[in-house]
């Protein structure tokens, strides 16, 4: 059983950092894909970033490409997401989600795993 559990959320002025973390349980991930969404109040679910856990290609959206880094820690099984020069916008609750499969979407229904999601809250 494949569990994701997300946390390092918070409140943040509008114009700091954080870092989300994602463990990842219950399997290898070699051939996985590993993304992060959000969603804001009122509003779709929106992809965020996206990682292949075995070769560590990358994709963003355009929201948050030179703001967001994600990257993701073999060993220790967890995928991170830095977050810089936070906006107002940028709150939401953030999903981790795991794809079983070795290519990058930014499609939410491709992925087969989702964790709880931890809240991001940025003040102006």
């Known amino acids: 059983q494949v569990q994701l559990v997300e946390s390092g959320g918070g409140l943040v002025q509008a114009g700091g950092s954080l870092r989300l973390s994602c463990a990842a349980s219950?399997?290898?991930?070699?051939?996985?894909?590993m993304g992060w969404f959000r969603q804001a109040p009122g509003k779709e679910r929106e992809f965020v970033a996206a990682?292949?856990?075995?070769?560590?290609?990358?994709r963003y959206a355009d929201s948050v490409k030179g703001r967001f880094t994600i990257s993701r820690d073999n060993a220790k099984n967890t995928m991170y997401l830095r977050m810089n020069s936070l906006k107002p916008e940028d709150t939401a609750v953030y999903y981790c989600?795991?794809?079983?499969?070795?290519?990058?979407?930014?499609?939410?229904?491709?992925?087969?795993?989702w964790g709880q999601g931890t809240q991001v809250t940025v003040s102006s």
């Open positions: 989600a795991a794809r079983r499969a070795d290519t990058l979407s930014y499609y939410g229904p491709d992925y087969d795993y």
């Open positions: 219950g399997r290898t991930f070699s051939s996985y894909v």
């Open positions: 990682i292949r856990w075995s070769v560590g290609s990358i």
